[in-house]
Structures are given as C-alpha cells and as structure tokens.
C-alpha cells in the first residue's frame, strides 16, 4: 500500500454530475470524491464502491480525493509510450463519413420539407442546434476537467431533440465526452430514432397532409 493511501466506500454517488462522498473506513469525515479524479477505471463509480485514494485539502478547508481507484475496477497501468499516445489523442479528427450517413436522411426531409412548404425554418434550426449544442458539451468538459458545476443532461438531451442532436454526436465522437455512458448513450440514439421518424413520416406522409 502506498503511503498516505487511504480507503473508503462511496456513500453518495451523482453520476450525472460527476460527484460523490466517500465515508472513510475510520469513520472520519467524508471525502468528495469528483470523477476526473478517478484513475484507470473500467466503469463509472457507483455507490457502495470501495475506492482507494490519496486526500487534499482545498483553500476552502474542503477535504478531497485525488489519485482515486475503484477496488476491482481498476486497468493495469499501460506502457509508458501507450500513455503518451493516448494524452495525445484527446481530441479525435471529424468523424465526416459518420456525420454523412447519419446526417442523409434528415438532409432529404429538410430539403423536401423546404420545397414543399417554402418554410426554411429547419435548414436554420439544424446547424445553430447543432453549433449550440458542441458548444455545451465542450463547455461541459471544460467545467468537468476545472471540477466546475457541470451542465445537466438534461439540457443537452433537449438541445439535442431541439435539432442539435449532430452537433452532439460530432462532439462525442471529436471530444471524446458523454461517449461511455451507457445511460446517456441510450437517452441520445433515442433522440435520433425520433427525429429519423419524424422525417421518415414527413417523407412519406407529409405531402398528402400539407395538400
């Protein structure tokens, strides 16, 4: 064991918010726990964990984690030069064939929607969604890595449904964030799937409605 290393199960866990409360085994304070401070992890913490971690005290006399792992759920240390790859890519090149079959469908009832109704609402919502919502994640991440107030799910989830859901799925794949979480994952393709109906129905049926 190393020095200074301490042990403790996670007594409060707010996995959308990134954030939690060890209860140390000698039943001294808790300890916030915040999840960039979470080391090689294989999963997100959850309640109940045995974590392992190092303290420190902020400015503020607030007693913290830092260096933590999760008691079996915990990767092997990798190689040093697997290390530097891997800091080196934390930001991925555009996923542009991804964006180009995802984005063909919606591209087709846009512009069918425009032609027919002479309403160019969607060809504007579309791209300021999609820029607004890559602009809250990256901001998001930003928050997450200075151990901010983070932005909720929920707000991206509705910036998404609102026709930034491209602009999420970009961020994801460029910024490498909200791209694990298996719940948010779920909640986003959701998302997607309506907005894939909606326009399949416009395309289909739109026309004999709007006549």
């Known amino acids: 064991m190393q020095p ?11 996995d959308e918010r990134g954030f939690g409360f060890i209860q140390p085994v000698d039943g001294s304070q808790e300890v916030f726990l915040h999840i960039s401070e979470v080391r090689d ?13 190092h303290c420190v005290v902020d400015s503020d006399g607030r007693v913290r984690a830092c260096n933590a792992f999760i008691l079996g759920a915990r990767n ?14 934390t930001a991925s090149s555009f996923p542009l064939v991804e964006v180009v079959l995802l984005s063909l469908l919606p591209l087709v009832g846009i512009i069918h929607f425009t032609l027919t109704t002479r309403n160019p609402f969607p060809i504007v919502l579309y791209p300021t969604m999609s820029l607004v919502t890559y602009a809250l994640y990256a901001d998001d991440k930003s928050r997450a890595k200075r151990k901010d107030w983070r932005t909720s799910e929920q707000t991206l989830h509705l910036c998404e449904l609102a026709g930034g859901w491209l602009g999420g799925f970009i961020a994801q794949r460029m910024l490498r964030h909200k791209s694990q979480k298996e719940s948010y994952q779920a909640a986003f393709w959701a998302i997607v799937i309506i907005h894939y ?3 399949l129905f416009w395309l289909f049926l739109g026309r ?4």
């Open 197 to 199: 109906i909606a326009w």
């Open 76 to 89: 092997k240390p990798a190689p040093l030069s697997h290390r530097a790859t891997s800091s080196d890519a």
């Open 4 to 14: 200074g290393l301490r042990s403790g199960k996670l007594t409060k866990w707010k």
């Open 41 to 53: 992890a294989t999963r997100r913490p959850q309640e109940n964990d045995m974590i392992y971690y």
């Open 208 to 211: 004999m409605l709007w006549a």
